[in-house]
Nanobody, 121 residues
Framework: QVQLVESGGGLVQPGGSLRLSCAAS????????MGWYRRAPGKERELVAH???????EYADSVKGRLTISRDSAKNTDYLQMSSLKPEDTAVYYC???????????????WGQGTQVTVSS
C-alpha cells in the first residue's frame, strides 16, 4: 500500500506565503513524477506544478514566479513553496505521484487526500 500525506495548508492573507509538503510512504520502489493539482470551488481540477525525477519542473501560467516545486527523492517527499499568494489561489491542493512499487512493476498514479489553502484578509 502507498499513501501520500499532505501538510502545510491553512489560512493566509493576500501576499503571504505557505509551504506544502507531500510525503509518500509504503512499499515504493521508484517515484518518477511528483506534482500538485488544485480544485477551486466551482472549477475543475488543474495542474499547479510538476517535477520529474530528474528535476525538470513545469508550472501553470497563473503561478509562475510565485510558486516553486522541489523534491527530496531520498525522503520520497516533495514541497510546494507558495509566495505572493492571491485570493484566486484558494483551493484544495492535491499531491500526485507516479510510482512503481516493485522493480518490474508498472507505474501507477497515486493521490493525497488534499489540503485546504485559503487566501483571504
Amino acid at each position: 500500500q502507498v499513501q501520500l500525506v499532505e501538510s502545510g495548508g491553512g489560512l493566509v492573507q493576500p501576499g503571504g506565503s505557505l509551504r506544502l509538503s507531500c510525503a509518500a510512504s509504503g512499499t515504493i520502489f521508484r517515484i518518477n513524477d511528483m506534482g500538485w493539482y488544485r480544485r477551486a470551488p466551482g472549477k475543475e481540477r488543474e495542474l499547479v506544478a510538476h517535477i520529474t525525477r530528474g528535476g525538470t519542473t513545469e508550472y501553470a501560467d497563473s503561478v509562475k514566479g510565485r510558486l516553486t516545486i522541489s523534491r527530496d527523492s531520498a525522503k520520497n517527499t516533495d514541497y510546494l513553496q507558495m509566495s505572493s499568494l492571491k485570493p484566486e489561489d484558494t483551493a484544495v491542493y492535491y499531491c500526485h505521484a507516479l510510482l512503481a512499487q516493485t522493480k518490474s512493476g508498472p507505474m501507477y498514479d497515486y493521490w493525497g487526500q488534499g489540503t485546504q489553502v485559503t487566501v483571504s484578509s
